[in-house]
Nanobody, 121 residues
Framework: VQLQASGGGLVQAGGSLRLACAAS??????MAWFRQAPGSEREFVAA???????DYAESVKGRFTISRDSAKNTVYLQMNTLKPEDTADYYC??????????????????WGQGTLVTVSS
């Protein structure tokens, strides 16, 4: 299984970016985004299940939207109203964990390479 992430870049505060992550070699119940800021632990951002159920970290709720295209086996993260504190490496991940563990990193089997998002103030 390979995950190819794209879409990171430099944007001013208040701007938008759209991340994409294409999976090849398998399909999974959960597709998610995590992020890691410099000097910080990697944290959950958002996830979407095959059923369409979504979950968001409180810090991004109302600003970020996660979606998936099953035909393309791709997960997207639309990020609006970006803030400097959103600056991080963003990682996509896939797995088959249960709903109650959707935010748990250890339930994700495969990870993409990070894509850097930098938000300037």
């Amino acid at each position: 299984v390979q995950l190819q992430a794209s879409g990171g870049g430099l944007v001013q505060a208040g701007g938008s970016l759209r991340l994409a992550c294409a999976a090849s070699g398998g399909t999974f119940i959960n597709m998610a985004w995590f992020r890691q800021a410099p000097g910080s632990e990697r944290e959950f951002v958002a996830a979407v299940r095959r059923s369409g159920h979504t979950d968001y970290a409180e810090s991004v709720k109302g600003r970020f939207t996660i979606s998936r295209d099953s035909a393309k086996n791709t997960v997207y993260l639309q990020m609006n109203t970006l803030k400097p504190e959103d600056t991080a490496d963003y990682y996509c991940a896939v797995g088959n964990g249960i709903l109650s563990a959707i935010r748990t990193q250890s339930t994700y089997y495969y990870w993409g390479q990070g894509t850097l998002v930098t938000v300037s103030s």
